[in-house]
């Protein structure tokens, strides 16, 4: 499978506690992005990546979010201190500039 | 700040039947994707429309953009119950491929 892929699929945890998702975007896509989902919504973009350098981040992306590319290959996204607000899902997206994007099959938090 | 509306948000149609979804953005913009996401599932790609006038069709869905008008719209000849999903446009904020979505259409064909 050489789409967009993204771990874990699910995550339940407890409010406080911190959580970290991982990335892996199709092999030869420079472009990495992080999107947020909540039910009935559209995606909404967080930030995203040109190789290892983080390009842009979002006023949604509050001091608890951090985002890194450390190679220019996998992306890691860590919430601290979750709240209940931030139940969501968090999709990983990958592109070449002027392609297509390509979004991977995401991963749904809970936070109880 | 750029909006993108889509109308309507619930769409439930015959078999058979032809409708068109609407997407209007506030900004000037030439590139839109039209995106079809199934429950619990992620979104799958269905068209890039990357200028004035582009016109794209797969199956039974047919995706335009005007872009003086910003408006693109997406047309669904002859209805089938496999249809039946949330359809999401998305416009480019500005040249990075970083997209500002729609709220949604949820189309149910019905048998």
């Known amino acids: 499978d050489t789409g967009v892929s993204q771990d874990p699929r699910h995550k339940i945890t407890k409010r406080g506690q911190n959580v970290t998702f991982r990335c892996d975007p199709i092999s030869e896509h420079n472009r990495l992005y992080w999107y947020r989902q909540t039910l009935g919504q559209g995606p909404e973009f967080l930030t995203y990546?040109?190789?290892?350098?983080?390009?842009?981040k979002s006023r949604l992306l509050s001091d608890r979010f951090s985002a890194e590319r450390p190679k220019g290959s996998f992306s890691t996204l860590e919430i601290q201190r979750t709240e209940q607000g931030d139940s969501a899902m968090y999709l990983c997206a990958s592109s070449f500039p002027g392609a297509r994007v390509f979004f991977g099959s995401g991963t749904q938090l809970s936070v109880l | 700040e750029l909006k993108v509306e889509q109308n309507p948000l619930f769409l439930s149609m015959q078999e058979g039947k032809n409708y068109t979804i609407y997407c209007n953005y506030s900004t000037t913009s030439d590139r839109l994707y039209w995106y079809r996401q199934d429950p619990g599932k992620s979104l799958e790609s269905l068209f890039v429309l990357l200028s004035n006038g582009a016109v794209k069709q797969e199956g039974r869905l047919m995706a335009s953009l005007d872009t003086k008008a910003r408006l693109s719209t997406l047309h669904i000849t002859a209805a089938v119950h496999d249809l039946s999903a949330t359809y999401f446009c998305a416009v480019d904020m500005g040249g990075s491929e970083k997209l500002v979505f729609g709220k949604g259409t949820k189309l149910t064909v019905n048998p």
């Open positions: 990546f040109q190789n290892e350098a983080q390009l842009e």
